[in-house]
T-cell receptor, first 116, second 114 residues
């Protein structure tokens, strides 16, 4: 079974600064997807960024980028130029690319605070 | 394009009762997954339906059940409610084929069991 670990329950960053959220995972599969989801206080989970395991290039979406280290099973999220709207719970998630099932395995989340 | 719609948003029940939650996926999506979110256990996978068939099931008791209709809308039912069933229940939809990967979530149904 796959597991996802987020070791930082809470993080804080000043506006305009950069913060990195950590995520490690365990799997015996070679083909999978990794995601970072954001859940603001309004509760709706929003996809921030995704990474296909077969791609060596790290994914980037505007101010959000990942550092994907497949051998180390590490998938960290870097948020640059942090904004107040970035304050939320961030969940790292794993999905197998084998078969067609859509099950996500989530980490426990990191609460990000953005201060002025 | 309308997003994933969950109803009701909030509900209060008492122990022993049953509850039905509804989820309408994004148009064209054939897969609907359900997750339970609690402060203690985090986000846990309940089950997934694809083309009216349960494709995957999490580690929950038989009191938790679901179904999917021909229009891809899904319902989940919890019978004989327990205090520990209080949670945010999230529904997610996707196209249902492995090549896409992305799930889209609804805002959730907040269930309180008294």
């Amino acid at each position: 079974a796959q597991t996802v670990t987020q070791s930082q329950p809470e993080m804080s960053v000043q506006e305009a600064e950069t913060v990195t959220l950590s995520c490690t995972y365990d799997t015996s599969e070679s083909d999978y997807y990794l995601f970072w989801y954001k859940q603001p206080p309004s509760r709706q989970m929003i996809l921030v960024i995704r990474q296909e395991a077969y791609k060596q290039q790290n994914a980037t979406e505007n101010r959000f980028s990942v550092n994907f280290q497949k051998a180390a099973k590490s998938f960290s999220l870097k948020i640059s130029d942090s904004q107040l709207g970035d304050a939320a719970m961030y969940f790292c998630a794993y999905r197998s690319a084998t078969g067609t099932a859509s099950k996500l395995t989530f980490g426990t989340g990191t609460r990000l605070q953005v201060t002025l | 394009k309308a997003g994933v719609t969950q109803t009701p948003r909030y509900l209060i029940k008492t122990r022993g009762q049953q509850v039905t939650l509804s989820c309408s996926p994004i148009s064209g999506h054939r897969s609907v997954s359900w997750y339970q979110q609690t402060p203690g256990q985090g986000l846990q996978f309940l089950f997934e339906y694809f083309s009216e068939t349960q494709r995957n099931k999490g580690n929950f008791p038989g009191r938790f059940s679901g179904r999917q209709f021909s229009n891809s809308r899904s319902e989940m039912n919890v019978s004989t409610l327990e205090l520990g069933d209080s949670a945010l229940y999230l529904c997610a939809s996707s196209l249902g084929v492995a090549s896409t990967g992305e799930l889209f979530f609804g805002e959730g149904s907040r269930l309180t069991v008294l």
